[in-house]
């Protein structure tokens, strides 16, 4: 090489490095904005349609809401939980946390005594919503329809709290279990997607409807809602209705002193010509938090529906 062009080709090889330099550089920041924490200050859009800022990574939060308080937990931000309601009950350590009221009747006033730096609540809590935010404190209302809103809503909440590393982790161990149910019904034809009944509660007769998170668990789980087809949430369901569609599966889950067993369904008068009955396809979830409860847990609901419904692919 003659003289003359040696400083051109050094000159070439310093752009060459700076650039590499450069989309290294930026590639090691898009790692660190995905896999870790959020930056404060942040404004997100809540399912209110709200504009909601969090000044700084809170250290001090109020769960209004049990499937929030269960995605907390699981986030590893349970020493951060200076507030919940009464049915916030899982985990076990939740129970002691103190009580800012009912879930429909929240609390004000000890709200805004617990000093959260925020507030996960619901749209179904509008009304104290607006109350909390007169008091100045940053409420972020969250809901979740079916299982892809789950896996948003985790993610939400990763961020709102600093913990998206951890909300990653979470969301994609639930993904995995999720697609690992998908595959095993992936290739059923209508056909064998088999007529299901889920009882939430036996007097009055009640069910999951077209906009119910359980909708989505049943469809998930290779199964047909004989309610997806009516565009509610919960239904109250005749027994004329059940018998007219009459479901090859039955699935149940009582909470509170229900003590119905799969022996009560069948010997409830007029039902014995349902094909689930006939040909003793009754299922019964004893937690039915599960499955109406939009937290981490769902996937466990769902593995549990979707043996239900078809034991030759999951027992």
Known sequence: MGEKYKPLFKAMVIVLMLSFLLVLLCACGQVQQETGGADFPL????????????????????????????????????????????????????????????????????????????????????????????????????????????????????????????????????QKRIDAVADKVSGLSEVQKPEVFFEIWPDPLTT????????????????????GDIERDWVTYSVEMLLARNPEVIIFSHHGDSRQTAEDIKARQGWEQVAAIKHNRIGHIVDENLVVRAGPRVVEGLEQIAAIIHPEFFN
């Open 208 to 227: 999951g409807g077209a906009k119910s998170f359980l909708n989505s668990l049943i469809t998930a789980a290779g199964g047909k809602n004989i309610a």
């Open 43 to 174: 404004t997100v859009t809540d399912d209110l349609d709200r504009q909601v800022t969090i000044k700084e990574e809170p250290q001090r939060i109020v769960s209004l809401v049990p499937a929030g308080t269960e995605i907390l937990f699981a986030l590893g931000l349970d020493e951060k939980i200076v507030g919940v309601t009464e049915y916030c009950d899982y985990p076990a350590a939740a129970a002691a946390k103190p009580k800012m009221g009912g879930f429909s009747t929240p609390s004000t006033e000890l709200i805004v005594a617990a000093r959260p730096d925020l507030v996960l609540a619901t749209p179904i809590q509008k009304d104290f919503i607006r109350q909390m935010e007169g008091t100045g404190l940053a409420v972020v209302a969250f809901e979740a329809y079916d299982l892809n809103e789950v896996l948003a809503k985790i993610r939400l909440i990763g961020r709102v709290t600093g913990a998206v590393a951890t909300a990653e982790q979470l969301v994609d161990g639930m």
